[in-house]
């Protein structure tokens, strides 16, 4: 009985190391094709919301100056900014 038992731990060990192991060599071999499979993916959906974001007939013309908000007209400053102080230099 003790016999049988151990067989069978030892086999459940051995198929462990082996699934383990195999897991292991195949992640390696397709691990770059995944990666690469779900960067393009990401790339397209990030794409496509940029699409949506920015629709084409309101891009401008390539080497074409676009003016988003003209800059406030400032009033004329008042000369008097402060009040003036005399001071002396000191040797």
Known sequence: MQMASLIGFLRTIL??????????????????????????KMQERFGGQFQQQQPDRNRPKDGETVIDKMPEQRQSSDKKVGEYIDYEEID
Do not use: C, D, E, T
């Open 15 to 40: 198929i462990i190391l082996l699934v383990y192991y195999g897991v292991k060599i195949l992640m390696r071999l397709f691990a770059p094709y995944f990666v690469r499979y779900m960067s393009k």
